[in-house]
């Protein structure tokens, strides 16, 4: 495989995530929150790191999942803390962010490159 080439690797079928909500899947020994969002009647899906930078816990694929000035977020269910699910960075705090992973709907499966 070249460098420029994703590996994808099959995480679960997509009804494994229930809409506006968040699962966690462990790939090469990282805890990564994948999130299927609603949108337009449509599945979105997003991934982040599940490592909460402020309780220091792995609960980020537990949080609440919303909108905030037109960002899709996740509310960390600790300090409540809101992450874009887009890019990872924190609402309240930008010196905070977390890891985004590539991941994609294939044949009704999730997948996550990682």
């Known amino acids: ?3 420029t080439e ?3 690797q099959d995480i679960c079928h997509l009804d494994a ?4 909500a968040g699962r966690c899947a462990l790939v090469k020994g990282e805890q990564i929150a994948i999130f ?3 949108k337009n009647g ?7 790191h599940n490592h909460d930078p402020f309780s220091q816990a792995n609960v980020i694929s537990r949080g609440i999942v919303g909108s905030i000035d037109g960002k899709i ?7 409540k803390q809101h992450f874009c699910l887009k890019t990872g960075s924190c609402l309240e705090d930008d010196t905070a962010q977390l890891k985004t992973y590539p991941v994609r709907i ?3 499966r999730v997948q996550l490159s990682a």
Request: glycine share 0%; net charge neutral.
């Open 36 to 38: 299927r969002v609603k």
């Open 106 to 108: 294939e044949n009704n």
């Open 17 to 20: 995530i229930v809409p506006n």
């Open 42 to 48: 449509n599945d979105a899906l997003y991934a982040v």
């Open 1 to 3: 495989m070249s460098h």
């Open 73 to 79: 977020v996740v509310a960390s269910p600790i300090y």
């Open 6 to 8: 994703t590996h994808w």
